[in-house]
């Protein structure tokens, strides 16, 4: 069933800033029955300049204007957390859906907020978790549910990171780490992936919890997490998160145990996929990634508002994840 009156999806950005240059905007472009029409930004310099280089008809220094454009079908919000809810219910306010940047809030309760909005103004709601329609990903769900590894006994996550000596020089400019922007630290903006993407292949965690510090004091937010966690299946689940650590140390490394062997892959590296079980010894799968990484999700989300395809992420799949990382996360 269509979810908009409309036969095209007509978008309009708030928050036109570095992830609508090539990741996901650009997109909007590509997918049939969509089309960019309208973008927003506070610096009216840098909001005519990205209208020009994208071929953007309408800019808009004020939100509301843009959220109220008649022309404008669909919101996509792609501002820091701290302004998901405000934009979000402004949007539902309009009668328009809502595709909303990851993490979906600063917290669990404001993902709540904006769900229960969005349902009573029977608008749907989307979240960029777009891993969940990258193709290696893709894989690694089908590996499981045909069974390669047996029945899924364990999953651990480790990540590790160097400090980025431009955050720390430029603090008062790197929203990801000033929790009262983003919520938490690298931790939200990066295992929430991790975690969204296990939620979507191994369905829904029930409990965490965790331990955070900021061990080399560079900032505000946390750069140390552990974790443990359960999924409703019985599945258990591991985690560190170190951001402070040595370049020797570097990794991002997701292992999904079974009874007969395990899947292991980067979600932040390329397409490649890891097999190996008892008997048939290791096999390598590799993917191409999409130029604009957020296109697949994108295609989803049109033809789920078409009534063409449903959605694999929506409001109540990243609230989960927002849920989850308060659980592990904040003291």
């Known amino acids: 069933m269509k979810k908009i009156k409309d036969d095209e999806v007509r978008w309009g950005i708030v928050g036109v800033g ?4 090539v ?8 997918v049939e029955n969509s089309r960019l029409v309208a973008v927003m930004r506070r610096n009216e310099e840098k909001v005519k300049d990205y209208a020009k280089r994208h071929q953007v008809p309408k800019w808009y220094t004020d939100a509301d204007a843009l959220i109220n454009d008649p022309e404008v079908n669909a919101i ?3 501002t820091p957390p701290y302004a998901h809810k405000e934009l979000t219910l402004k949007a539902a306010a309009a009668g328009k859906p809502v595709y909303v940047e990851k993490p979906m809030a600063k917290t669990y309760a404001a993902c709540r907020e904006m769900i229960a909005a969005c349902d009573k103004a029977g608008v749907p709601l989307y979240v960029a978790y777009y891993r969940r329609a990258l193709p290696h990903f893709l894989k690694i769900k089908s590996l499981i549910e045909e069974g390669a590894i047996g029945e899924v006994r364990h999953v651990s996550i480790q ?3 160097v400090p980025k000596p431009e955050v720390v020089r430029n ?4 929203w990801r780490v000033n929790p009262d922007i983003a919520g938490g630290g690298y931790f939200y903006d990066l295992a929430s992936h991790q975690l969204d993407f296990l ?18 004091g560079l900032y505000e937010a946390e750069d140390m997490v552990v974790a443990a966690f359960e999924f409703e299946s019985g599945v258990l689940g591991s985690g560190s998160w170190c951001f402070s650590s040595s370049k020797i140390d570097v990794m991002d490394k997701t292992v999904i145990f079974g009874s007969k062997g395990h899947i292991s892959y980067e979600t932040f590296g390329g397409g490649n996929v890891s097999l190996e079980t008892d008997g048939e010894g290791k096999e390598v799968f590799e993917f191409s990634l999409p130029k604009h990484i957020q296109m697949p999700l994108i295609q989803l989300v049109v033809g789920d508002l078409l009534g063409l395809a449903l959605s694999p992420s929506d409001g109540l799949s990243g609230s989960r994840t927002n849920r989850i990382m308060e659980e592990i996360a904040v003291k």
Do not use: R, W
């Open 171 to 174: 603090l008062d400019h790197n």
């Open 199 to 216: 939620d979507f292949a191994l369905g829904p965690i029930k409990t965490a919890k965790g331990i955070s510090a900021n061990q080399a």
């Open 23 to 30: 990741k996901s905007a650009p997109a909007m472009n590509l």
């Open 159 to 161: 990540m590790n990171q």
């Open 18 to 21: 570095d992830v609508c240059e």
């Open 76 to 78: 996509y919000i792609a």
